[in-house]
């Protein structure tokens, strides 16, 4: 390790390990079980008035098709990201939403915007009083995140995310490797100095190898809460006993243990956000929230 990076290590030693995670912040894995009736928990009243949809398509586990007065309109849940479909439990989170809203009638409602930036209905979603977005978190299918200003009710989605870490259902039971992990991420720079999109190398994410071993990364997986930023490290990524990998969101030459993501904007949020490490087999090896 450079000495520049073991500087930053020294500055950044002090890790935040979320709630419910053991100390490494790793969660033991548990049989996981895919519940498809929604539970009994109350549910808060929906902050806006809604409008009726009839769900024709369920596209995964957050976003579906439904018509509105004759037209097909995209919707987009609020507050809530689902494994995408090759990822561990991807295909399981769009089973269970299917099984929850499929063919029926829902009601649409909206936080402070109405679309996304791809033109898709942003809502909160329920039927017979039961909020959607919820209940895919309290089944384990999703991972809650806000995204402001539409964040009335994230305390609530995030509250039934707790629930399904603590009780090990869905992806906590499923896609959680051991409860002694091997490679962790160590620490994650945010905030870079300056302006973030004008320093992209500013913010990066130190991971250490804490076990005996030489461990191959070839194609394991970092990414953030949103599902969006992800960085595969490249063929040939060894990380020796005790040695650490530092990965850079800019551009940059890659070399034996620093990587550049050549992302285009920054990944990490300022205000808070997880990052998760992922094996090749798409478990989630570790996780560092700030």
Not at 93 to 114: F, G, K, M, T
Request: with cysteine; aromatic share 8%.
């Amino acid at each position: 390790m450079t000495a520049r990076w073991a500087v930053l290590l020294i500055l950044l030693s002090a890790c935040v390990v979320e709630p419910g995670a053991s100390p490494d912040g790793s969660v033991a894995r548990q049989s996981g079980s895919v519940a498809t009736a929604p539970s009994q928990t109350l549910d808060p009243e929906p902050p806006n008035a809604g409008t009726p949809a009839s769900v024709t398509f369920v596209s995964d586990g957050d976003s579906f098709v439904v018509e509105i007065n004759g037209s097909e309109e995209r919707v987009r849940m609020i507050g809530i990201n689902t494994p995408e479909k090759e990822e561990c439990y991807g295909s399981e989170a769009r089973d269970i939403l299917i099984a929850l809203i499929a063919d029926r009638e829902v009601l649409l409602v909206p936080d402070v915007e109405s679309f996304d930036q791809y033109g898709r209905i942003l809502s909160y979603v329920y039927l017979d009083g039961v909020l959607i977005n919820a209940e895919m978190a309290r089944q384990g299918a999703a991972l809650t995140r806000g995204y402001s200003p539409n964040t009335t009710l994230q305390d609530h989605l995030s509250s039934a995310q707790d629930q399904a870490e603590e009780e090990g259902v869905g992806l906590w039971g499923s896609c959680v490797g051991d409860a002694d992990p091997e490679v962790l991420i160590l620490s994650v720079q945010a905030d870079a100095p300056g302006r973030d999109d004008e320093n992209l190398n500013g913010e990066f994410v130190i991971v250490e190898n804490q076990s005996a071993r030489s461990i191959d990364m070839s194609g394991w997986i970092i990414r953030d809460e949103s599902s969006v930023h992800r960085f595969i490290f490249p063929n040939g990524a060894t990380i020796d006993p005790g040695a650490f990998f530092v990965v850079l969101t800019g551009c940059g030459t890659n070399s034996d243990d620093e990587f550049y993501w050549c992302n285009s904007s920054p990944v990490w949020d300022n205000s808070g956000d997880t990052a998760f490490l992922l094996d090749l087999v798409g478990d989630i090896h570790h996780r560092f929230s700030y």
